[in-house]
């Protein structure tokens, strides 16, 4: 049966790679299980998820376990009613908007006079404005920003966390507030296997998922069945959100403006100018950006009407990049390095009840997220949170890792920059100053590549361990 097993799941591989050119299950072309299932056929599938299984019970061994463990005893966890604003929220809603393809280029950017995303730019006014944020995925892109947001871990650089563990035991963010009175939903148009949030929801938390049966597509936007537009999205959704008992966690996720972004002629309202050097691809994702703020700003004033934005803790954030080199091509690189071109997107904070309004520049990501909620609802921060509590972090910073190996690749503090050589090896990268980017010794680096390449290691061997419990205590 093992040699069956093997041979069929080597099989597999080839396919994926001469067909797909990867050799990741198909992610980066299919992301429903259902469809999966489809594609590659019922028994190749049984193989292939079969043959991971086996794989999967011999990754971690009892040196990770003991990494793990003398980690867990020595890291400092996020504290609870430590600092400013704890419980300044205390029984509010929260709202969480992941914004599909937002990228932080697009805010505050006008051209022809015209602003890209006007009703974003008005709520960055109104709120707290991160634009030095990051989104940092592997290869499940949507699904690992969401993964990232709702446990403050990090993504797996070789698997999609939703679909391979989406069995594990977390301490999710919605799992959390259930034990605080919270009801917990999420809100998004796509089919409920796509990404497997059928099955990984109930694990996080989640009490209950709308998803495309839930509502009526009036406009198709977007390719494929999963085309409900993010007007209908938030109009539909609006009605759900007052009859929920309060208080409650609603995640709603937009889809318009994903890539190939196809949005009909009449919704296109971003006019471009007529000399525009823009690709084709990049002019469709602003007016795909466009129609989605205008579908944001709408669903806002909704709020307002309704009373339930002064009674809600709001977080608008976008999940990854839009593959375009839009950033490039505004010139609205925000003095970003480089290598984080990419990856950066704007995270808004709104939270009626404080005095929180402005902009940052404060080195954070997704993982920030959870323990910036829990210390504004007055709620103990979990010891299994990676993130910083983005209100009282004494030493911000984020990270990211290399697809595959998952070895450190950039680290970004409000000081210091370290970037990861080709060959992963820490001596041969480089380490420069912020703001000024002088370059420094490698050495200056050092203590600061080993805390946040340590913090990416314990964040693997938890999940592909399922040893939350080991740090959770």
Not at 121 to 150: C, H, I, R
Request: charged share 20%.
């Amino acid at each position: 049966m093992i040699a069956i097993v093997f041979f069929g799941y080597k099989y597999l591989l080839y396919t994926e790679k001469k067909e797909w050119g990867s050799t990741s299950r198909l992610y980066t072309d299919v992301y429903d299980l259902k469809s999966l299932v489809g594609k590659m056929g019922i028994t190749n599938f049984f193989l292939e998820d079969t043959f991971k299984y086996i794989l999967r019970s011999k990754l971690i061994t009892a040196k990770d376990k003991s990494f793990l463990q003398d980690w867990g005893k020595n890291r400092q966890p996020v504290k609870a009613s430590a600092g400013k604003y704890f419980g300044a929220e205390k029984g509010k809603n929260v709202i969480i908007i992941q914004v599909e393809s937002l990228e932080n280029s697009v805010i505050n950017t006008e051209m022809g006079g015209q602003e890209i995303t006007p009703n974003l730019n008005q709520l960055a006014k109104d709120g707290l404005y991160f634009n030095n944020y990051y989104t940092q995925v592997g290869p499940g892109n949507t699904a690992d920003a969401e993964f990232s947001t709702m446990n403050s871990l990090y993504p797996l650089p070789d698997d999609v966390v939703f679909i391979d563990y989406a069995k594990n035991i977390y301490k999710a963010l919605p799992q959390l507030l259930v034990k605080n009175g919270y009801k917990t939903y999420s809100l998004h148009g796509d089919v409920p296997t796509f990404w497997n949030r059928s099955n990984i929801y109930p694990q996080l938390g989640y009490q209950k998922a709308y998803d495309l049966n839930d509502y009526i597509v009036t406009k198709p936007v977007g390719k494929g069945p999963s085309n409900l537009g993010d007007e209908d999205l938030f109009f539909q959704s609006l009605p759900r959100l007052e009859s929920f008992k309060q208080p409650f966690m609603a995640t709603l996720i937009t889809m318009s403006s994903h890539t190939p972004f196809i949005l009909p002629d009449d919704l296109k309202t971003f006019q471009l100018p007529t000399d525009t050097t823009l690709t084709y691809e990049q002019q469709q994702y602003l007016q795909s950006i466009h129609y989605t703020d205008k579908a944001i700003g709408e669903f806002i004033n909704g709020l307002k009407k309704d009373g339930l934005y002064d009674n809600s803790l709001i977080f608008i954030w976008g999940d990854h990049g839009s593959f375009t080199n839009i950033t490039s091509a505004l010139g609205n690189q925000n003095n970003v390095l480089p290598e984080l071109l990419n990856s950066q997107v704007p995270m808004i904070l709104l939270a009626p009840g404080t005095n929180l309004k402005g902009t940052t520049n404060i080195p954070s990501s997704h993982l920030d997220i959870y323990p910036t909620i829990t210390n504004l609802l007055g709620i103990t921060t979990p010891k299994s949170v990676l993130g910083q509590d983005l209100l009282n972090t004494k030493n911000p910073s984020e990270t990211h890792f290399k697809l595959v190996s998952g070895g450190v690749d950039t680290i970004l503090t409000e000081s210091l920059a370290y970037q990861a050589s080709e060959d992963g090896l820490f001596i041969h990268g480089s380490c420069e100053s912020i703001p000024n980017k002088n370059i420094l010794p490698i050495t200056d680096c050092k203590n600061l590549y080993n805390e946040q390449s340590n913090a990416v290691k314990a964040s693997n061997i938890i999940i592909k361990g399922d040893l939350l419990s080991i740090v959770a205590k």
